[in-house]
Structure formats: C-alpha cells, structure tokens
C-alpha cells in the first residue's frame, strides 16, 4: 500500500505538501491533491523528480498505489500507467505522435502514379479523377513531392558563370531611378504621413568592370540618349586615367542604350556594344547587384535632408567600395587591388 502523510493544517490554514510515508494506509479517496506551484504548475523540483521515483514506487504497489501517486502528483491514472511502462522498457522519454497505422493514407503505388501524372503537366483535379482520390489528397501529396507549383516541372537552367580575365575587356553598365529628397523620409523616421510629391526623379548611372569590380557611378537627371552616351564617355575616360582600356560595354535593352547617340559614343571609343537577352536582368547581373549595394549602404543607408546631400555623398562612398571595402569575389580584397599592384597601393591612393 501506498502510505501518504495527513494534511497539516499550519497557522495559515494551507495544507501542507503530501509525501509518500510508511506507516499509514490511505485509499484513493482519502488522497488529497498535491499542492501545485506558481500558475497552477506543479514546481520544478517536482517535474523533475517524476519519472526518478516511479521505478521505486511502483515495484511493490498494484494499481491502488498507481491511483494514490497520480493523484499525489496531480496527474491522469493513465499518465501514471505510461510512465511505468516506460520504466519497464528502459526509457523515459517521449514517443513519436505518429500512430502505427494509417488506414486513409495513400498506396505507394498512387503517391508514383500522381507523381507521374504531374509530371506530365496534368492539373490536380485531373489526377484526382483519374487515380480516384479527392483533390484534397492530391494537393496534399503534391506539397509533399514538391510539385505543387507548374513551375517546378520546368528545371531551372543552369547559371554560367564568369569573369574576363584581364580589367577593361567587359563594363557592365546599368541605370537606376530614384526619387528626389525633400525631407528625411518613411524609410528613417517610419512616418508616412509627411510625404514630398511631385519633387520628380533623379537617376544614377553607373559602370562597373566585370573582372575587377571597380565602380563608377554619376547621378544624372535623366536617361535619355544623349545623357547615356556621355556618362559612357566620361566612364571610359575614368577608367583610361587608372591605366585601363575598355574593350567591351553590356546593358540592358532601355531606350537610352539603344539610341543613335550611345551607338555613336561606342564608335567613338571603339567599344564593342552587347545586350542582354530581354527579359533576363540576370546576364547583367554584376551590376545588379552592385545596385542593390549601392542603394543600402549609400542611397537608403544614411538620412539626408536633401538631394544634393546625397548626392554629394556618392563620391565618398565610391571611393570606399572602390579602395577599401572587402569583395568576396576578390577573395576578401577590395577592387582596387586588381588594378594597381600592392606595392603601389600606397602611392596610388596619396
């Protein structure tokens, strides 16, 4: 039998924690509760000791002294049962949920045949109707393939990836849209309320060799023709002043890369001119992505009052991305490095 202590009833009128004492006899019905902790939890000292006592508890009890712990530990009858059957089979930790059988689950065989069947470009309620399962269940199995969209049944193409071995021999060029600055914006202060409409747009250009990452970049106040073939004018002559012969230009397929003027800046420079496939901003991914850093550590990083203060910001930021800061491309070297040796570092930058 399992012995529980009585209640002692102290000066407060609270009952006393109940621990299992020899010396008494105590039926189910005379148990009383354990005392459970703060929120109604029983204490962690408690929780803890659960699953060390049971063993010792119940080699000599029968199921009366079951129904007297699990009362004296505030739990289930059956919670009880587990536990001892755990302690049985060596472990005391939890199960899987998963139950053993799974009568509605579907056959290996359909799971192959909606596979099939997807991939032949069949909708869901197709392959519901023809292996004779609901659509719910096929929407199901095929999250569980991966084949829920279309678009999976397309394979990716395989990204090709390279660089010119020598700088100047490809310039990826590209132009992104900006708005002009009237105050501190949404993006610092978080307030949407105060907004400067109609201040118009602003425009920045730039030009970014593909085998050593060196940037150069204008803001111009639009992307016209004429704007595009000048800036490229101005850019190779950038370069040419740091030793570099641009060979090779490649842009997108705007306006502005596709006027009379921009053709005739190429002639004038000799530069070979190639466009990306339309639709595909990933073959000019270099500058791309040198956009996107652009915009967070210069365009959106800071907070500028006005336009002409960013814009007076672009110069000194280039000159950090350009001399200072770590590309991962270059093996952690800034893109300076491939264009003036080491030895010269110091005497390029004085």
Not at 125 to 145: G, K, M, N, W, Y
């Amino acid at each position: 039998m399992v012995r529980l202590a009585s209640p002692d009833i102290g000066e407060t009128g609270q009952h006393a924690e109940h621990r299992p004492v020899v010396g008494q006899d105590v039926g189910c019905e005379h148990a009383e509760v354990a005392p459970l902790g703060r929120g109604g939890e029983q204490g962690v000292e408690q929780k803890a000791a659960q699953p060390a006592m049971l063993p010792a508890v119940f080699d000599d009890n029968g199921d009366l002294g079951r129904a007297a712990v699990a009362r004296a530990f505030s739990v289930c009858d059956r919670t009880v049962r587990n536990w001892v059957e755990r302690a049985a089979a060596g472990t005391l930790e939890d199960g899987s949920c998963r139950p053993h059988h799974s009568p509605g689950a579907l056959m290996p065989a359909v799971i192959v045949e909606i596979q099939r069947l997807r991939q032949l470009g069949w909708t869901g309620a197709q392959i519901a109707e023809i292996v004779a399962v609901s659509p719910a269940a096929v929407a199901r199995t095929l999250v569980q393939l991966g084949l829920a969209r279309l678009a999976a049944l397309t394979p990716r193409p395989a990204i090709v990836r390279y660089e010119w071995p020598r700088p100047g021999q490809l310039l990826h060029v590209d132009i992104k849209k900006l708005g002009r600055i009237g105050h501190i914006g949404h993006r610092i202060t978080g307030d949407r309320r105060r907004q400067a409409r109609g201040i118009g747009w602003e425009f920045v250009h730039v030009c970014i060799d593909d085998c050593s990452r060196v940037a150069y970049a204008e803001v111009l106040p639009d992307e016209t023709g004429p704007t595009v073939g000048g800036f490229v004018r101005r850019a190779v002559a950038w370069f040419r002043r740091r030793g570099v012969r641009v060979h090779r230009v490649l842009s997108d397929n705007g306006t502005g890369y596709r006027s009379r003027a921009f053709a005739a800046a190429c002639r004038a420079h000799r530069l070979v001119h190639r466009r990306t496939r339309p639709y595909t901003p990933r073959t000019n991914g270099t500058a791309e992505r040198f956009i996107r850093t652009m915009l967070r550590e210069w365009a959106y990083g800071p907070a500028f009052d006005r336009s002409a203060q960013r814009t007076a910001a672009l110069e000194r930021w280039l000159h950090y991305y350009n001399w200072h800061r770590r590309h991962r491309a270059l093996r952690g070297q800034p893109p300076i490095s491939r264009l003036v040796g080491y030895d010269d570092l110091l005497r390029a930058h004085s």
